[in-house]
C-alpha cells in the first residue's frame, strides 16, 4: 500500500512540473494549432494523418520501422513486439484534439520458448482511433480537405455544401515471434477490426436542389505484416505492410428528394509500405530512417502518399532522460482529383523528452502537424504525451 502511494506521489510531481514548466508551450501550442476559418470548420485527427501514435516515436518522427520494440509495436511494426520480455501498458493523448481524447491504448506480454518449440512469442492488444473528421461548409473537389472527405465517404461526388462527421476505429490483435537459435530475425503479424461510421448531410454542386442525409457503415479486417532483421551490431533492417487485402464493406442510408435508399458496396483500402533502418552509432546514439509509401484506390479518389523519416535519440545524457529529434519530409501527396500538394515548409521537425522512473516511462513529443499546417500554409504546432507501465 505504501509502495503504491509513493507510486501516485511520483507521477502526480511529475505532471505537476510538466504543467509549471510548460503552461505557456500549451498556451501557445493551442493557439498555434486553433484551425484557420473562412467561412467553414475543419477537423481532421488521428493515426492515418502521416503523424502515428506515441510521444517517443512522433519525436522520431515516425522513423521506427526498424527500432521499435515496445507495446507500441503493435502500431509501427509488429515484429518490434518480440523484444518484449516483461508485460507493458500504455495510453497516449494530444491535449489540443478536440474530437480524440485517447489516441492509443495498448497492452503487450510475453511468453519465452512456447510448447518448447524454442521460439518466443510477444503478444499484444491495441485500440487506435485511425481517422475522426468533421468538416461542415463549402468543399471543392480538388481541394485539400476532399482528400480526407472521401477517405470518410468515398462516394461523395463533386463540389458540396453542407456537414460531415466521421470516425474510423481500429481494434487490433497483434503478434510478433522470434526463434532462440535465431534471435537475428523477428516477425511479426496483426488483425484489426476496422468500424467505420460518417453521417453527412448537405447537397452538392451536380444537384444543388436535392438535400441529402447519408449514414454510412462500414467493417473491414485489417491485415499488417512486419519484419526487423539485425544484419550486424550496429545495423538493424525493418519492414512493414499495412492494410493488405483490406476490403471495406459498405452500406449506406440515403434519404434525398426521392425518397430512401440502401446500397450496399465493397472498397479496397490503400496499401502501405515501409522500409526502414537503424543504426546503432554508439552506446548513447540511434540515428534512424523510414521511406513510406501508401498508394491505391480508395472510392472515386487514387491517392498516393510518399514520405521520408529521419529520427535521432540521445540516450541518458541526464539520468533517466532520453531525447529524441526527427524530421518527417513529404515526398509527394497527390490524388488524381487534385494537383500535387506542396507542403508549406521542406521538413517538418520533431523534438522529444522520455523520462524513465522505475516501472513507468513518460514521454512528450512537441511536432508540426502536417493537416493543420496544410491548411494554415503555415507551420502548426501541436504536442503528444505518453504514460507506458511495465510490471
Not at 159 to 166: I, M, Q, V, Y
Request: glycine share 8%.
Amino acid at each position: 500500500m505504501q509502495q503504491g502511494r509513493q507510486l501516485l506521489y511520483r507521477i502526480g510531481l511529475w505532471f505537476n512540473r510538466i504543467g509549471q514548466t510548460s503552461l505557456y508551450l500549451l498556451v501557445v501550442i493551442i493557439s498555434l494549432a486553433a484551425p484557420i476559418s473562412h467561412g467553414r470548420t475543419f477537423y481532421a485527427e488521428g493515426s492515418d494523418l502521416m503523424l502515428g501514435v506515441g510521444a517517443r516515436n512522433i519525436a522520431l518522427a515516425g522513423a521506427v520501422t526498424a527500432g521499435t520494440g515496445d507495446v507500441y509495436s503493435a502500431y509501427w511494426n509488429p515484429a518490434g513486439l518480440a523484444k518484449i520480455e516483461n508485460t507493458q501498458i500504455t495510453i497516449s493523448n494530444k491535449p489540443s484534439y478536440d474530437l480524440i481524447p485517447v489516441n492509443y491504448l495498448a497492452a503487450a506480454s510475453s511468453t519465452d520458448n512456447i510448447l518448447d518449440t524454442g521460439w518466443n512469442l510477444s503478444y499484444a492488444f491495441a485500440f487506435i482511433p485511425r481517422l475522426h473528421i468533421y468538416g461542415n461548409g463549402t468543399f471543392r473537389d480538388d481541394e485539400f480537405e476532399s482528400i480526407f472527405m472521401r477517405y470518410a465517404l468515398p462516394e461523395l461526388a463533386g463540389d458540396f455544401t453542407g456537414e460531415l462527421e466521421s470516425k474510423t476505429k481500429d481494434y487490433r490483435f497483434a503478434f510478433g515471434l522470434t526463434s532462440q537459435n535465431y534471435p537475428e530475425l523477428r516477425v511479426g503479424f496483426s488483425i484489426g477490426y476496422v468500424d467505420c461510421g460518417t453521417d453527412y448531410c448537405g447537397v452538392t454542386a451536380d444537384a444543388p436542389g436535392n438535400y441529402t442525409v447519408t449514414s454510412t457503415g462500414a467493417t473491414a479486417f485489417a491485415f499488417n505484416y512486419g519484419m526487423q532483421y539485425d544484419y550486424s551490431q550496429s545495423i538493424v533492417l525493418g519492414l512493414n505492410m499495412n492494410d493488405i487485402s483490406t476490403d471495406l464493406d459498405v452500406e449506406v442510408l440515403e434519404t434525398d428528394n426521392s425518397g430512401t435508399t440502401t446500397n450496399i458496396y465493397h472498397i479496397e483500402f490503400p496499401r502501405e509500405i515501409v522500409l526502414g533502418v537503424l543504426w546503432h552509432y554508439s552506446d548513447s546514439i540511434d540515428v534512424s530512417a523510414d521511406y513510406r509509401h501508401l498508394s491505391g484506390k480508395y472510392g472515386d479518389y487514387e491517392i498516393k502518399f510518399r514520405t521520408a523519416r529521419i529520427g535521432l535519440e540521445w540516450k541518458r545524457p541526464w539520468k533517466d532522460i532520453d531525447i529524441q529529434t526527427g524530421l518527417l519530409i513529404p515526398i509527394e501527396i497527390t490524388s488524381d482529383k487534385t494537383e500535387s500538394l506542396d507542403a508549406p515548409y521542406f521538413g517538418a521537425p520533431s523534438f522529444g523528452i522520455s523520462w524513465n522512473i522505475d516501472d513507468f516511462k513518460l514521454d512528450s513529443a512537441l511536432f508540426f502537424d502536417p493537416v493543420a499546417s496544410y491548411q494554415a500554409d503555415a507551420p502548426r504546432a501541436t504536442l503528444e504525451l505518453s504514460v507506458s507501465y511495465q510490471f
